[in-house]
C-alpha cells in the first residue's frame, strides 16, 4: 500500500503549475509578443525550450510526485537540474544585461528554492517512491 505523502503532493502541485505557467508564458512571450507572430528583435531560445521541454517535464514530474511514482522520483531530480541550470543562465543574463529586476530574480529564486527542496525532500524518502 502506498504511503500519503503531503511533500510530494505539494511539491508536485507546485512542479505542475511550473509547467503550466512555463508554457503559457513562453506562448506570450512574457508579455513581449506571441510565439508564433514574434517580434524580430526576440530570442526564442529560452522560451522554445520552455514549452517543449521545461514545460512538459515540470508537468509530468508535477504528476509523478503526486503519484510517488519511481519515474516521478526520476523526473524530480531531471527537471530540478533543469530549473537550476536555467536559472543560472537566467541571472548571469541578468547581470550582464543589468537587468536584475524582481520580475526576473523571484521566479528564478522560487524555481531554485523549490528544485533544491525537492532533491532533498525526495533523496530522504526516496524509499515511499513506487
Do not use: C, H
Amino acid at each position: 500500500m502506498r504511503k500519503s505523502n503531503v511533500e510530494f503532493k505539494v511539491l508536485g502541485i507546485l512542479f505542475f503549475l511550473f509547467g503550466i505557467l512555463a508554457i503559457a508564458g513562453s506562448v506570450l512571450l512574457w508579455g513581449e509578443g506571441f510565439y508564433f507572430n514574434f517580434p524580430t528583435d526576440i530570442d526564442l531560445a529560452l522560451p522554445t525550450a520552455d514549452i517543449f521541454i521545461n514545460g512538459p517535464a515540470s508537468i509530468l514530474t508535477g504528476l509523478g510526485l503526486w503519484k510517488t511514482m519511481k519515474w516521478g522520483y526520476a523526473m524530480a531530480w531531471f527537471t530540478s537540474g533543469i530549473y537550476l541550470y536555467a536559472s543560472a543562465e537566467i541571472f548571469v543574463w541578468a547581470v550582464q544585461e543589468g537587468n536584475l529586476t524582481p520580475e526576473i530574480v523571484v521566479p528564478q529564486a522560487l524555481a531554485v528554492f523549490v528544485a533544491v527542496i525537492v532533491m532533498y525532500t525526495s533523496w530522504k524518502k526516496r524509499d515511499q517512491f513506487n
